[in-house]
């Protein structure tokens, strides 16, 4: 008897105990840390689909830099690169709808990696009037925290 009631025991534990819970409609472990990160990325989600400059610049740590995922700096973007993209080219699109599938977050040092997939689709003036485009694509935000917050030092 006992030894039955040990199996089922370490049956259940083994059924029950290792399950890894996600937080809802992401790839991410569901932790108190990871649900801050997530809740931090969804207000920059809205601030691109609101198009709001300066909540995205305030996201922004001034150590901001963006290499392109290349080797040519001519597409690089410092911290005052990106004020002046958020101002110009940033504000060419008409409207805006940004989702964001959350795949992964790993830290490393004070660095904090998300990745995750999106979709954007976005109005823009073309030869034809507006047009719209769409884009889907993997992308990484690094952060590091600041006060009770984050700051996003590349990836935007």
């Not at 990106?82 to 940004?98: N, P, S, V």
């Not at 689709?121 to 935000?141: A, C, F, H, M, Q």
Request: proline share 3%; aromatic share 14%; net charge negative.
């Amino acid at each position: 008897m006992i030894r039955t009631l040990a199996a089922f025991a370490l049956a259940f534990g083994t059924l029950t105990g290792c399950s890894t819970k996600y937080i809802p409609n992401t790839d991410v472990e569901d932790t108190d840390e990871n649900r801050r990160i997530i809740a931090f990325c969804e207000k920059y989600r809205h601030a691109v689909e609101d198009k709001d400059i300066s909540v995205l610049y305030n996201f922004a740590s001034p150590d901001y830099y963006e290499d392109g995922g290349n080797v040519d700096p001519g597409d690089d973007i410092d911290y005052a690169g990106l004020k002046a993209y958020l101002a110009g080219a940033f504000q060419d699109a008409r409207a805006i709808r940004y989702e964001i599938r959350y795949r992964r977050i790993m830290r490393e040092d004070d660095l904090i990696f998300v990745d995750y997939t999106y979709s954007a689709s976005y109005r823009i003036p073309g030869t034809k009037g507006e047009e719209w485009r769409r884009k889907v694509e993997d992308n990484r935000l690094e952060l590091v925290p600041y006060q009770n917050d984050y700051r996003i030092v590349a990836g935007m």
